[in-house]
């Protein structure tokens, strides 16, 4: 990849600073949740994740980074509504449960109309869900991020303070491709991984409980092994899950204690934050 310099000299623009936090404002910990491929259920684990965190006594949002694709609002019961304004700021939309939600589906007239965006205005748009928009006190922002490794991930890594990455990957033969992409970029941008949910692991029969691997054996504790990576946990297919994302009721369906991993690694980042912020003890 070019240096900002190369790229200013070629005509192109140096990269983004971190965008402002307003005063209304106060994010403790942002933590981005990516693949490196589309289809693997990147916005259920998301969803799953800002549940289980509320559930557990944080204040929790979704900045909705899939600009073009947006599922969030749908999947958290917000079809049909809008973001309203307070002042020069946006207001999230608050989902039955108290998690508060910014996406583009949420400034549109219709949630079917596409959005044909190039890509310095969907960076504009991730800078508005961040600094024209008031959170208030938050434990825990989480980003939905768009598929792939593309503008709107490099406008979140650089301009947004985020302290980890959940990956997201699914039991096929691309994982060990998928994990790859994202360690590789994580690198580039200095920003921690903090370990790999399998979504569509498995399915249990009905009849006997058996768990049947559709996909395959799976190959993720080799993989995430390889790159010295924490494997979070394992989500099966769920028609019911599915069906809940679909209607809106997922906060009501989903399972207690689903990733009890990701959560932990999750509180342990807020607990590594506030212990960097105590002073040092003092040398005898």
Not at 92 to 118: F, H, Q, Y
Not at 129 to 155: Q, R
Not at 167 to 175: A, I, K
Not at 219 to 224: F, H, R, T
Request: with cysteine; charged share 20%; hydrophobic share 45%.
């Amino acid at each position: 990849m070019a240096s900002c310099e190369h790229a200013a000299a070629a005509g192109g623009q140096t990269a983004p600073t971190q965008f402002e936090e307003n005063s209304l404002s106060e994010v403790k910990h942002v933590i981005a949740v990516l693949s490196g491929k589309g289809g693997v259920g990147k916005s259920f684990v998301t969803g799953a994740l800002a549940i289980e965190l509320s559930r557990r006594g944080h204040t929790v949002g979704i900045l909705d980074a899939d600009i073009t694709g947006p599922s969030i609002p749908k999947m958290m019961g917000m079809s049909g509504k809008r973001a309203s304004g307070l002042g020069k700021l946006l207001l999230p939309e608050i989902s039955a449960t108290g998690i508060k939600v910014m996406s583009s589906n949420l400034l549109l007239e219709r949630e079917t109309d596409p959005v044909l965006w190039r890509g310095p205005v969907i960076a504009g748009a991730i800078r508005q869900f961040w600094s024209d928009t008031s959170w208030g006190p938050l434990d825990y922002l989480l980003v939905d991020m768009p598929p792939g490794t593309g503008d709107v991930a490099l406008t979140v890594f650089q301009s947004l303070p985020v302290d980890g990455i959940v990956v997201v990957t699914s039991p096929q033969d691309l994982v060990s491709m998928i994990v790859a992409k994202a360690v590789n970029m994580a690198e580039k941008m200095h920003v921690p991984i903090l370990g790999i949910i399998e979504n569509m692991s498995y399915i249990t029969c009905p009849d006997c409980g058996r768990k049947i691997e559709v996909f395959g054996q799976s190959n993720l504790d080799e993989v995430a092994a390889g790159y010295g990576l924490k494997v979070l946990g394992r989500l099966p297919i769920d028609p019911t899950l599915a069906a809940a994302c679909d209607d809106g009721t997922i906060e009501s369906a989903l399972p207690m204690g689903l990733l009890p991993e990701a959560l932990a690694v999750c509180e342990a980042v807020e607990v590594r934050a506030n212990a960097d912020a105590e002073p040092a003890e003092p040398e005898e």
